[in-house]
Antibody, heavy 120, light 107 residues
């Protein structure tokens, strides 16, 4: 079935780095935009970054620009988020999500999320 | 940056209608959608393109969008509809702008 599984979360010190992965299955990965969304504990949803089908276009939220980099490997059906210079305010559950129809709109398939905790 | 504002909470009796609003400047000129998130779970898309329901979403969920306000309506609300609901639209700077979220309580 259609599935997204995130991994790579954990506890990291401020200023540290972490790489999140999202493994996709059950659909043609290269047909869809992919997106990272995060949710701080007890808070709402926040868009982090997204990437086009081929990976030629990507965009990041101002809050992570210059520190986070989204990428994808269509041969491995995988999405990544390289997170550098982590701050306490980056603590959140990170979800990867697939759009509804390949247009980059409407997040239809979500992973279960992976928790990133930034603390000394 | 573009801001979408929702009421923090809405209470509804079982079987009654719950309406959740989402306010943003000229929101009616944009397409919007709604997500449901139950505690400890990932969000689920319940309405897209203002009024459409993805497959598997019950007919009791409906949406509208006009002027500065989008509305998610849950008709015949059931206990299983108790959740947080987020609206979402697009802005030139951010492809995904989320509302502040509304906790729906079924009393």
């Amino acid at each position: 079935q259609v599935q997204l599984v995130e991994s790579g979360g954990g506890l990291v010190k401020p200023g540290g780095s972490l790489r999140l992965s999202c493994a996709a299955s059950g659909f043609t990965f290269s047909d869809y935009y992919m997106t990272w969304i995060r949710q701080a504990p007890g808070k709402g949803l926040e868009w982090v970054s997204h990437i086009s089908h081929s990976g030629s276009y990507s965009k990041h939220a101002d809050s992570v620009k210059g520190r986070f980099t989204i990428s994808r490997d269509n041969s491995k059906n995988s999405l990544y988020l390289q997170m550098n210079s982590l701050r306490a305010e980056d603590t959140a559950v990170y979800y990867c999500a697939r759009d509804l129809d390949g247009s980059g709109s409407y997040l239809f398939i979500w992973g279960q999320g992976t928790l990133v905790t930034v603390s000394s | 940056s573009y801001v979408l504002t929702q009421p923090p909470s809405v209470s509804v009796s079982p079987g009654q209608t719950a309406s959740i609003t989402c306010s943003g400047e000229n929101l009616g000129d944009k397409y919007g959608c709604w997500y449901q998130q139950k505690p400890g779970q990932s969000p689920v898309l319940v309405i897209y393109q203002d009024t459409k329901r993805p497959s598997g979403i019950p007919e009791r969920f409906s949406g509208s969008n006009s002027g500065n306000t989008a509305t998610l309506t849950i008709s015949g609300t059931q206990a299983m509809d108790e959740a947080d609901y987020y609206c979402q639209a697009w802005d030139s700077k951010s492809p995904f702008v989320f509302g502040t979220g509304t906790r729906v309580t079924v009393l």
